[in-house]
């Protein structure tokens, strides 16, 4: 297969695209996307402090890349949750990257240990709050998020969402008719209120095979092992169930979700005006450290002093 | 051939020479999900893995 753009050997085939790449033309192919998706959704500009959430995976190693690349002001955020053996992987991938690549573009990394703050693992600490591994973990990693880009006064939270995980959730969400997360499943979310920084999902255009060819064309060492907690998660069903439709029918996964951004920006005006209406009127600062909330005491709180009088 | 599969780590051989498409519907793997590597080099669906290749078939597709 030869490169759609120049005269070498192709590196990846992409049929949604019904095209092929060398690693140069992919290279430059990811990086444009990606700077027209920061531009029609408006997501940053140039002068933005970005902080990204990386995992030492390869959607949020890229990510941080590309923006690097790019020319962006972006530092990361990395949350060590204390797993055994995964955490410090994952972790020393993270720093050599840092190390490597990130430093000499200027960035740099913040670490959140997870035992430190906490005095223990994410898994100890969800024994003791009665309450699954994973949504412990979002909770925390949520709250550690706005946190340092609250606290350190960046314009932007940046996190390695792809074309996969967009398609599959939002399939997770029409199959239980889940309205209330439709409405919020958008690449740029805004700062709406007081305390809560804007999101942006900078690599929602890419499938997660392209990223993963860009990152191995690019030479960046992300960790192939998953969290050992993910395993049997109800996304990975979705994801599959998608891409054998993909499979099928190349570009059903853009198709979806993409199609589903356009209905939802016929409605834009309307409805961020309404979202951020939402959130001033049902948010205020949590009681005890003053992140916005639903409830007097945020739910992270609350779950740190569940964890600290486990009786209660 | 020698191929290496993560998620769960194991190592299996083919007989060589065959195209990495024919590899997958071999394995019942679906191209979307995976990439071929050799060395350093990705490879695409229809090039030919010889019988002395040592070839990885990495899973892209993660669940958190
Ligand atoms: S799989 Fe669960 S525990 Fe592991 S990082 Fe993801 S949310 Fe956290
Ligand atoms: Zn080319
Ligand atoms: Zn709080």
């Given at each position: 297969m030869r490169c759609r753009k120049c005269p070498k050997r192709a590196v990846l085939g992409m049929p949604r695209h019904n095209t092929a790449f060398c690693g140069p033309c992919l290279t430059e192919f990811v990086r444009t996307q990606v700077q027209r998706a920061i531009k029609s959704q408006a997501m940053f500009a140039p002068e933005d402090q970005i902080l990204v959430a990386v995992s030492g995976g390869k959607d949020s190693l890229t990510l941080w890349e590309i923006l690097l690349k790019l020319g962006y002001r972006a530092d990361a955020l990395y949350v060590d949750l204390g797993i055994s053996g995964y955490s410090e992987r994952s972790r020393e991938k993270v720093e050599r990257f840092t190390r490597d690549v990130a430093e000499s573009c200027g960035a740099k990394l913040t670490i959140h240990t997870v035992k430190e703050d906490a005095g223990a693992g994410i898994k100890e600490l969800a024994n003791l709050v009665k309450r699954p591994t994973c949504s412990t973990c979002g909770t925390i990693k949520r709250y550690q998020f706005n946190r340092v880009a609250w606290e350190n006064k960046y314009d932007v939270m940046a996190t390695g969402h792809n074309l996969d995980d967009e398609a599959a959730r939002l399939l997770g969400n029409v199959l239980q008719w889940q309205e209330e997360y439709l409405q919020k499943q958008s690449p740029t979310l805004p700062a709406?209120?007081?305390?809560f920084s804007k999101k942006v999902k900078p690599l929602y255009r890419m499938t997660e095979r392209e990223i993963a060819a860009y990152a191995i064309v690019n030479r960046i060492d992300y960790l192939v092992e998953e969290c050992p907690m993910a395993k049997g998660a109800k996304m990975l069903v979705y994801k599959d169930a998608l891409n054998r439709l993909e499979a099928e029918s190349p570009g059903t996964k853009q198709r979806f979700y993409w199609g589903f951004l356009e209905k939802q920006k016929k409605a834009a005006a309307s409805s961020s005006i309404a979202m951020a209406h939402l959130d001033q009127t049902t948010l205020q600062p949590c009681d005890t450290c003053s992140q916005p909330t639903t409830a007097g005491t945020c739910s992270f709180c609350r779950m740190m002093a569940r964890a600290k009088n486990p009786t209660r | 051939m020698k191929i290496h599969l993560s998620h769960p780590t194991r190592d299996m051989e083919l007989q060589g020479p065959k195209r990495v498409a024919d590899i997958f519907k071999e394995l019942q793997l679906i191209p979307e999900a995976f990439l071929v590597i050799r060395g350093q080099d990705l490879m695409t669906e229809d090039e030919i893995v010889a019988d002395g290749d040592s070839i990885e078939v990495r899973p892209v597709i993660s669940g958190g």
């Open positions: 709406s209120v007081a305390g | -």
